[in-house]
């Protein structure tokens, strides 16, 4: 007796999106199954990768990422190179030096990096804000107007700037917009609601659900996933069908197990392979929950992760 | 096929006569068809009943021990596909592998994986399991298992030799391993061996079809206690498999794939440590129930078996940590305190960022009952009195520091732990972890 297959099949999918313009456009999204499912039917566009470059250089870095990015010494250099990176499908540029807490860098001196990536690169440009909510919607709007046409996508609009985003990016220059909340499925719909009853539309709109790093709590971020692709499949839940876009490094990268020295804890091994690792295993799972991309930066994680999803098509 | 209530209920007595602690027999015949208690609660049922009811109210997914005494892993029992549905029972457990085709050195490789143990939140963390490959030459795998017997670990037997699996079987007898190497050919020989030496089997085939025969041959002999091997050369295969196995035993109630599953992710990726890595986080995710590997590093593990404790904690039970003074980048007697939570997310975080700081202080985890600093304090498990308590009793004698940081969140009870704790000097810290940093620098 043959094992008689069951697909999980919905009349439901998510929405698929394109970044960028022409031949390099990269689409994101579209499954009508659960996450990598294909052996059920349609997951739309394989999972896509960004790869991550900070307007603060290469600053802490280790030597995978300083040898790969060697000769690189501006933001557009580097987004040149990142571009090439084996596995990259688009380029994701942090804008961490405008935080008023940090380096506190100007809006125009944002906007001026910003165009000279979008200018150094053929593959789709994502802008990552500097997680200060008043800055982030003054840096997003300039650079929305800055680089119009490009069909760029902005991370993130949270609850706090949601209107002033929402306006500036995904309605006035008609860019895609990035919808943040903190690991809630209610805050996630929520802010969707707002952002579409304030007229941007549905598939002009991104979420990044928030994310957390291996062993940080990632069961809430799992979870989390699973409930919005039930939503979105099984229900039918318009808001909850946009793309899911995770930003992987920043939160890899950022704990212990990944920056400690070796000096420090011998046992561990060198620090490199535990960031790669922690990366490469963060990605793994959030792609395994939903996410539709993730963005990530070292160049053995972008070279793993994409093998991985090619074999899992 | 799962029973309704309703089919429960026409077989029970009908009388309500509550001795099986439930008010109604019909309340009763709910219970069962949910899983929550078993049928034989009721004294009053033929056996033949029971008999021809238990096989239908079975769980859809067997619970299999593997291993003995302190080293016996609970494998299967799963009830739902997503944890929050309900919660992971069974956490997935690893392995690395040693065989007498790989050469000496990459044997003494894979064995250097047990200096990976440690402890996460109460947990140990190591790899449990050593997968034992034949190929072919039986005095050198024979010598491999004695030794990786010795290791204390409870060991995966691959091999699919019976004369072969027979002698390694007998140099583990009575702890409970697990023989990967029954297929088609030779299920019958292979699940005799399994029953004599109380061993689990494990079954691998070409494609589902064939596993979904060979098991359901192997069942016939009655003996049930079976691994379902869905290693292939590629991971979409094997993703493919191991997902449709698990959802046809819990979705669909087809209770002959209603087993663990195993994951040779070394076979995938051979010598690509990296892409080990990622398979291994995807099939913790989803569904892999033994996730093998070449061999564990700990940059590997502490991403892996971090993520691990994640996904199998309950989501209606917070992960907390002991609580207690944890000194902090070289703190001493004379570092400054700071208290939070026990809630594990809160402790991660603040101890993370602390770290960042360079600035030694001992951090003090006290008792809130494992949640989040705003939720212990509204439920009244983070108070000033619950503070002072700690501090008095657990915190003064120890430490000379009569400076305590309180988390930003509850400035509110400054005024009142200061009163509470006279001799310390209580500061309010800040709101969020990631402000810690500059915070303790600047104090």
């Known amino acids: 007796m043959p094992f008689k297959r069951t697909p999980q099949k919905f009349n439901a999918a998510i929405n698929a999106m394109t970044l960028g313009t022409g031949d390099n456009a990269v689409t994101i999204g579209g499954a009508s199954v659960l996450p990598l499912y294909s052996f059920d039917g349609d997951i739309g566009n394989a999972p896509k990768i960004g790869v991550e470059i900070s307007d603060l250089g290469l600053e802490g870095e280790c030597v995978g990422m300083t040898e790969f990015y060697a000769g690189a010494s501006t933001p557009a250099e580097m987004a040149a190179k990142a571009e090439k990176m084996p596995g990259a499908d688009f380029v994701c540029l942090r804008l961490e030096g405008a935080d008023p807490n940090g380096h506190n860098r100007s809006v125009e001196e944002c906007v001026e990096i910003a165009k000279a990536v979008a200018g150094a690169i053929s593959l789709p440009l994502v802008i990552e804000g500097c997680k200060n909510n008043e800055k982030d919607a003054e840096l997003f709007e300039k650079i929305a107007a800055a680089l119009e046409g490009k069909n760029v996508l902005f991370l993130s609009a949270k609850e706090e700037n949601h209107k002033s985003v929402g306006a500036a990016v995904g309605l006035a220059y008609a860019q895609k917009v990035g919808a943040e909340s903190s690991v809630d499925i209610n805050l996630a719909k929520q802010l969707n609601v707002l952002l579409t009853q304030l007229g941007v539309k549905a598939e002009n709109i991104a979420m990044n659900l928030g994310s957390a790093a291996a062993g940080y709590g990632f069961e809430y971020v799992a979870s989390t996933m699973d409930r919005v692709k039930a939503a979105a499949l099984g229900q039918n839940d318009a808001m909850l069908q946009m793309p899911v876009i995770t930003p992987v490094a920043s939160e890899a990268w950022s704990v212990k197990e990944a920056m400690v020295d070796e000096a420090d804890f011998p046992e561990w091994g060198p620090q490199e392979d535990r960031g790669v690792r922690m990366e490469i295993a963060t990605a793994a799972a959030c792609l395994a929950c939903g996410s539709d991309a993730v963005i990530l930066k070292h160049p053995r994680s972008v070279a793993t992760i994409s093998a991985m999803v090619a074999a899992l098509k | ?443």
């Open chain 2, 1 to 443: 096929m799962a029973l309704k209530g309703l089919d429960i209920f026409k077989i029970t007595p009908k009388t309500n006569c509550k001795d099986c602690g439930n008010p109604t027999c019909m309340a009763f015949a709910m219970k069962v068809a949910q899983g929550a208690i078993a049928l034989d609660k009721c004294p009053h049922l033929s056996d033949e009943v029971k008999a021809q009811l238990s096989e239908a109210t079975a769980p859809p997914m067997k619970t299999i021990k593997l291993g003995v005494g302190a080293e016996e892993h609970t494998l299967g029992g799963e009830t739902v596909l997503a944890r929050h549905e309900k919660t992971f029972v069974s956490k997935n457990l690893f392995a690395f592998t040693v065989g007498d085709a790989m050469s000496d050195e990459a044997n003494e490789a894979a064995f250097a994986s047990t200096v990976v143990d440690y402890e996460r939140i109460g947990e140990r963390m190591y790899v449990e399991l050593i997968n034992v490959k034949f190929g072919g030459d039986s005095a050198r795998y024979l010598e491999l298992v004695k030794r990786a017997a010795g290791l204390g670990r409870t060991l995966i037997l691959s091999v699919s030799d019976a004369a072969v699996a027979k002698e390694a079987l007998e140099l583990t007898k009575g702890t409970r391993p697990l023989l990967n190497g029954a297929s088609a050919a030779n299920a019958a020989e292979m699940a005799a061996l399994a029953k004599e030496y109380a061993a689990l089997l494990g079954v691998s085939a070409a494609n589902l079809d064939e596993l979904y025969d060979t098991v359901a041959e192997i069942e016939k002999t009655g003996f049930k206690d079976l691994v379902l091997d869905v290693s292939s050369a590629s991971a979409g295969e094997a993703f493919a498999d191991a997902v449709q196995i698990r959802r046809a035993a819990l979705k669909n109630n087809d209770r002959t794939f209603g087993y663990p599953s195993l994951v040779d992710v070394g076979a995938i990726a051979p010598g690509d440590e990296d892409m080990q890595c990622a398979l291994a986080a995807l099939f913790t995710v989803k569904y892999g129930s033994i996730v093998v590997m070449e061999k564990m590093s700990y940059a590997s593990a502490l991403p892996l078996y971090g993520l691990r404790q994640n996904i199998f904690t309950d989501p209606q039970k917070p992960m907390r940590v002991e609580p207690g003074i944890y000194p902090l980048n070289g703190a001493d007697e004379n570092s400054v305190c700071a208290i939070t939570v026990d809630f594990a997310l809160t402790y991660f975080v603040v101890s993370g960022e602390m770290e960042r700081s360079g600035v030694p202080v001992n951090l003090l985890i006290s008792d809130a009952g494992g949640y989040s600093v705003l939720t212990a304090w509204a439920a009244g498990k983070f108070s000033a009195s619950s503070i002072a308590k700690f501090i008095n009793e657990e915190v003064a004698p120890k430490v000379k520091s009569r400076t305590l940081i309180l988390p930003g969140k509850v400035a509110v009870l400054q005024g009142e732990v200061a009163e509470k704790l006279p001799d310390w000097k209580v500061v309010v810290g800040t709101r969020e972890a990631i402000e810690l940093v500059k915070f303790l620098k600047e104090m």
